[in-house]
């Protein structure tokens, strides 16, 4: 069953089939062709996999940040970020990190992050005399962060795939994402510094800072409003996705009264597209869950990773590497619903904080999103800046760089993830 359900995938993958269909399509070979399990199994897998309290957290999210956009608080965000950094030398390309950083702890989406901040970004940028190409990389870069700074809608689908708790897992990707934007934010500085250009705008303006933290006030409350009701425990990290959207309802009618209810339907549309393709992705993906268990592959990978090393550490930088290889090839929410039922008992009984295996599992799917030949947010970074391939591929190997060592950070240093959720939860 396992070699046909592979050899359907390759060859699904060799035709361009769309991975998600890949995957449910070789999957119901596999079983049909290949045992004697009966075919509704298949849709009882794919049921399964979508019926999960934690995930609901997930649609919820995506719709908050369909409603924020709407509402129009990444345009305010992006003054107070302007007034903030337009002073400094490379500012311009600070503000669209930190822009899409304060946009990440409200949608808890990639994607979501770069179309609401990025395309704001672009004509500023390109003025100040960045090239698209470094622009592309930025833009994939500071929203690839969506992911990592809590809320995140990966960390819920790992929550989701093993119980383990959603909140000490925003929690705990807060530092590791704002290194992240501080070590974008140094390549910002270098590039301008050696180009000459973005040189900034004199002294740091005192009154617009304030003028322009009035008028997002709202906005940049929000995500603590939403990770700090988790910390607290006023409302678990599910109700927390609950929470954003009528916040993001109550900013849009009330507060800015920017969202008309005529527009409701197209922003539950917008939503409901995008929750569709993750659950989709989510159901199909957990066909191979079931075929990998009834195959024993759990017992036969924690056998192959035992023998060539007993060290916890080895053996959480082998898994990450074939993560990260995987991720290049495949979407990375269906390669976390594949992988992870796999991984998670080795690392428990090996005794690895599942904590900052959580975290890193979470962030190695970042690097995914950035290389081909998949790469969702280096391609879609490319639209935003209206850039080539060959000329939007030219940073991306910096901005990889700078997660990856992130990534070595929190693996030789737990407490860069640990330390924080501790104090707090």
């Given at each position: ?8 995938l ?19 070979i596999g079983?049909?062709?290949g045992?004697n ?12 996999g979508?019926?999960s ?46 822009a ?14 770069m ?48 119980g ?67 910390v ?38 917008q ?17 191979y ?43 990375t929410?269906?390669?976390m ?72 950070l929190g ?8 330390y924080?959720p501790?104090?707090?939860?």
């Amino acid at each position: 069953m396992l070699a046909l359900t592979l050899t359907s995938l390759l060859v699904f993958v060799a035709l361009g089939v769309p991975v998600s269909f890949g995957i449910g399509l070789s999957g119901l070979i596999g079983i049909y062709f290949g045992s004697n399990v009966p075919g509704f199994v298949v849709v009882q897998q794919m049921v399964r996999g979508m019926n999960s309290f934690p995930l609901m957290a997930a649609p919820m999210f995506i719709l908050a940040g369909a409603i924020l956009g709407e509402a129009g608080l990444s345009d305010r965000i992006l003054r107070f970020c302007r007034a903030l950094f337009s002073w400094a030398k490379g500012g311009m390309g600070m503000v669209c990190v930190l822009a899409n950083m304060i946009f990440a702890g409200i949608s808890g989406s990639g994607a979501a992050t770069m179309c609401a901040v990025g395309t704001l970004t672009v004509p500023g940028l390109v003025k100040a005399g960045y090239s698209r190409s470094f622009i592309a990389s930025l833009i994939a870069g500071s929203g690839s962060l969506g992911p990592i700074i809590p809320p995140s809608v990966n960390m819920i689908i790992y929550g989701s795939l093993t119980g383990f708790s959603v909140g000490k897992l925003f929690i705990g990707g807060l530092i590791p994402g704002i290194i992240i934007g501080l070590g974008l934010m140094i390549m910002c500085n270098i590039y301008a510094v050696k180009h000459g250009i973005d040189s900034g705008g004199g002294a740091l303006m005192l009154e617009e800072l304030w003028d322009s933290f009035k008028a997002a006030f709202f906005a940049l409350i929000a995500p603590l409003i939403i990770v700090g009701g988790v910390v607290t425990g006023i409302f678990t990290a599910t109700e927390s996705g609950i929470i954003a959207c009528l916040y993001g309802f109550f900013c849009g009618i009330f507060i800015y009264r920017t969202v008309k209810l005529q527009q409701i339907y197209n922003i539950m549309k917008q939503a409901a597209e995008s929750s569709g393709m993750l659950l989709m992705i989510m159901g199909i993906s957990s066909i191979y869950s079931y075929i990998f268990a009834k195959e024993k592959m759990g017992e036969i990978i924690n056998n192959l990773l035992l023998s060539i090393s007993t060290d916890p550490t080895t053996i959480v930088v082998i898994i990450i590497c074939i993560m990260l290889i995987i991720g290049c090839f495949m979407e990375t929410i269906a390669a976390m619903v594949v992988i992870l039922p796999i991984v998670y008992p080795i690392i428990i009984s090996l005794g690895i904080d599942p904590l900052m295996f959580g975290v890193l599992f979470s962030i190695s799917t970042v690097v995914g999103g950035l290389t081909p030949p998949v790469g969702l947010y280096l391609f879609l970074s490319m639209d935003i800046a209206k850039a080539p391939f060959h000329e939007a591929v030219r940073y991306v190997g910096v901005v990889t760089g700078i997660v990856l060592f992130v990534m070595l950070l929190g693996l030789f240093f737990p407490a860069i993830i640990t330390y924080v959720p501790g104090i707090l939860m």
